[in-house]
Antibody, heavy 117, light 110 residues
Framework: EVQLVESGGGLVPPGGSLRLSCAAS????????MTWVRQAPGKGLEWVAN????????FYVDSVKGRFTISRDNVKNSLYLQMTSLRADDTAVYYC??????????WGRGTLVSVSS | QSVLTQSPSASETPGQRVTISCSGG????????VNWYQQFPGTAPKLLIH???QRPSGVPDRFSGSKSGTSASLAISGLHSEDEADYYC???????????FGTGTKVTVL
């Protein structure tokens, strides 16, 4: 089955760290750009970061630069988001997305990150 | 604050046509393809339109997209009750080096 499954979300205090994972299956993972998108409770969608097929091109939204790191392991067919110095406004559902702007776009179900003391 | 602006809501009766607009600038819509996503409450978004006006396999032809200059539109014709959802436009912004989403439009079927 073609799918993306996120994991690693949870409750973390402000200033803490968390590592999200996204396991890809059913398709050739290393052929696709991958993206993290988040959605705060009751709010709209916000793009977080992109990574190209071999990890040589990476982009971040300004609000996470220097705090979040996107990476991928094409052997394990997995995408990651290392999040540090977490703030309350990072609270959101985080989605893993394949080829966000193309015909082969695929979204995972998301994982909830809550930053609170 | 999003760089792509959408009207917060739109509504119409079943069978009618509703149009959602998305306003941007030269660094995003003006020079890059626009994509549209549909999201039902509590679920992940789904790609509805890519490359301004292309429907992925499985998307009904009731959904159509268009772009002109720095604005884009999504039209839903023959509105169904199951089309009630949130709709987001998005595009790459070459000035920000970021993928930007619109503010979102909630479509209500009366």
């Amino acid at each position: 089955e073609v799918q993306l499954v996120e994991s690693g979300g949870g409750l973390v205090p402000p200033g803490g760290s968390l590592r999200l994972s996204c396991a890809a299956s059913g398709f050739t993972f290393n052929s696709h750009w991958m993206t993290w998108v988040r959605q705060a409770p009751g709010k709209g969608l916000e793009w977080v970061a992109n990574i190209n097929q071999n990890g040589s091109k990476i982009f971040y939204v300004d609000s996470v630069k220097g705090r979040f790191t996107i990476s991928r392991d094409n052997v394990k067919n997995s995408l990651y988001l290392q999040m540090t110095s977490l703030r309350a406004d990072d609270t959101a559902v985080y989605y893993c997305v394949r080829t966000i702007g193309g015909s082969s776009c695929l979204w995972g179900r998301g994982t909830l990150v809550s930053v609170s003391s | 604050q999003s760089v792509l602006t959408q009207s917060p809501s739109a509504s119409e009766t079943p069978g009618q046509r509703v149009t959602i607009s998305c306003s941007g600038g030269t660094s995003n819509i003006g020079n890059n393809p626009v994509n549209w996503y549909q999201q039902f409450p509590g679920t992940a978004p789904k790609l509805l339109i890519h490359s301004n006006d292309q429907r992925p396999s499985g998307v009904p032809d009731r959904f159509s997209g268009s772009k002109s200059g720095t604005s884009a539109s999504l039209a839903i014709s023959g509105l169904h009750s199951e089309d009630e959802a949130d709709y987001y436009c998005a595009a790459w912004d070459g000035g920000l080096n970021a993928y930007v989403f619109g503010t979102g439009t909630k479509v209500t079927v009366l």
